[in-house]
């Protein structure tokens, strides 16, 4: 089959042109003004963008949490992803404490499998260190993971020092980039003490007892381990003007930092948290935390600078009902925002159509720069002879509205409710397949991708 997108304008990292692009199969055939394709079925893209599908590599689809399961799975958090634009997603698989990282993966790709609606990966979580994972860092490369995550705060998941730079020294031996969250787990757990011993349980007390200072302090400590395993390392969900700082200092001594933020870190603030409604104040509960409004516009900068790589979500969807768990004590509120459907049509309302950045810093955040860094371009991320046909018509001129009763993420809230926003995803491709237009669904089985870093 044969579809030919004619008169768009087609997105990179690097500029904007005006071109047509035919699909043949599941592959892109053909990038070029008046395309000749006469047996293809012509779609009129005039006055529309023309983005690489989008990569979310950053969800957390199927995980328990607090005691409770996240509210999307990989079924309906992939069917959200592809309406706002996304056509890959990569998730964590998250082994047990003392399972082999097989045994995760493989319970991973059991909870995806037959279920994503648009392509996958994972990245390993590595929440323990010994002989045995060690070896099987290699197994997960070839098995197409090249990617892992560590934790410098939940006691559950975190690694002594002493391991965690064992585990940086061998990913760099092997071939594999760690992403790492940072949060100094001595300072929230001593904060987080005092408030309740001092009856301080409600929402406002979360920000107060993981600041931004505990983040920065994680990141340069991170930084400065690194530096001396001379390994690259990625910051995810970065939130705060203090940890750039971090980064910026480390990349002047010479180190390669890769960060990524998250939409509500560029679109919300931390006075959320003092409402007297306690859900009100709950939904907004994720760590880190929502920062300061200096904060949003310290993340924004960066965006524009290219000193941030890449925007994801963290999705991580509770409903209200589970967010009341913690309704007597801010610590049991289960973590975690929703956002996967929405993020592109956030970066393009508050990011392209408000100046701060361009449409091509949109498509490096949100494309090109995670297929680069997470190993699968030029398989995705761009729109290229040879690539997959994963594109995304966005209308610049549509506006809209973003509401929780209009949308497919499993959850009965959007912390970006009320939201006008400016374009919208029109049409999604995915391999070729038209996965989504005009909000509507169809039905898609998405595949998962096997990495490389180069």
């Not at 990349?251 to 390669?256: D, K, L, S």
């Not at 904060?295 to 900068?301: G, H, P």
């Not at 046909?389 to 809209?400: K, Q, R």
């Not at 070729?432 to 096997?450: K, N, S």
Request: charged share 25%.
């Amino acid at each position: 089959m044969k579809t030919l997108l004619k008169g768009g304008y087609v997105v990179s990292g690097g500029g904007t042109t005006q071109a047509d692009v035919l699909l043949e199969g599941e592959k892109i055939a053909a990038v070029g003004p008046e395309l000749p394709a006469a047996d293809a079925q012509t779609v009129d893209c005039g006055g529309k963008l023309l983005f690489p599908g989008f990569i979310d590599a950053h969800t957390h689809f199927d995980l328990e949490v607090a005691g409770t399961i996240t509210a999307d799975d990989f079924a309906t958090g992939t069917r959200a992803a592809l309406r706002g634009g996304t056509t890959m997603v990569i998730d964590f698989a998250a082994p047990d404490k003392g399972e082999t990282l097989a045994r995760g993966l493989a319970r991973w790709r059991e909870k995806a499998e037959g279920r994503a609606a648009c392509d996958y990966g994972f990245h390993m979580t590595i929440d323990d260190w010994n002989p045995g994972i060690s070896r099987e860092i290699g197994d997960m490369l070839d098995q197409g993971i090249p990617t892992f995550k560590m934790y410098m705060t939940y006691p559950a998941m975190m690694l002594p020092e002493e391991d965690m730079y064992r585990a940086l020294k061998r990913l760099k031996e092997a071939g594999g980039l760690a992403g790492v969250h940072c949060e100094n787990n001595g300072i929230t757990s001593a904060l987080a003490g005092e408030a309740k011993a001092a009856g301080r349980l409600s929402p406002a007390s979360h920000p107060r007892t993981r600041p931004a200072p505990a983040e920065a302090a994680a990141v340069g400590h991170l930084l400065r381990m690194a530096q001396v395993a001379d390994v690259p390392v990625i910051i995810v969900h970065l939130s705060a003007r203090e940890s750039l700082e971090e980064v910026r200092s480390a990349r002047r001594r010479g180190q390669t930092v890769y960060v990524e933020t998250c939409p509500h870190y560029l679109l919300l603030e931390d006075s959320v948290y003092d409402n007297p409604d306690f859900l009100e104040a709950a939904k907004y509960v994720c760590a880190p935390p929502l920062r300061k409004r200096e904060d949003c516009e310290a993340l924004w900068e960066a965006l524009k600078n290219g000193e941030i790589q890449t925007v994801a979500t963290d999705h991580c969807s509770f409903t209200l009902a589970q967010k009341r768990a913690g309704q007597y004590d801010f610590t049991k509120i289960p973590g975690g925002l929703p956002g996967v459907e929405h993020r592109a049509v956030l970066l393009y309302t508050c990011g392209v159509a408000a100046g701060r950045i361009s449409a091509e810093d949109m498509c490096g955040v949100l494309s090109e720069n995670p297929a680069k860094l997470y190993g699968c371009w030029p398989q995705k991320g761009v729109i290229a002879p040879g690539s997959d046909a994963d594109i995304v018509v966005f209308d610049p001129a549509a506006e809209g509205r973003i509401t929780a009763e209009d949308q497919s993420q499993n959850v009965d809230y959007t912390p970006y409710e009320g939201i006008q926003t400016r374009g919208a995803v029109e049409r999604v491709y995915l391999r070729g397949v038209l996965a989504a237009e005009d909000g509507r669904m169809f039905r898609t089985t998405g595949r998962f991708v096997h990495r490389k870093l180069v």
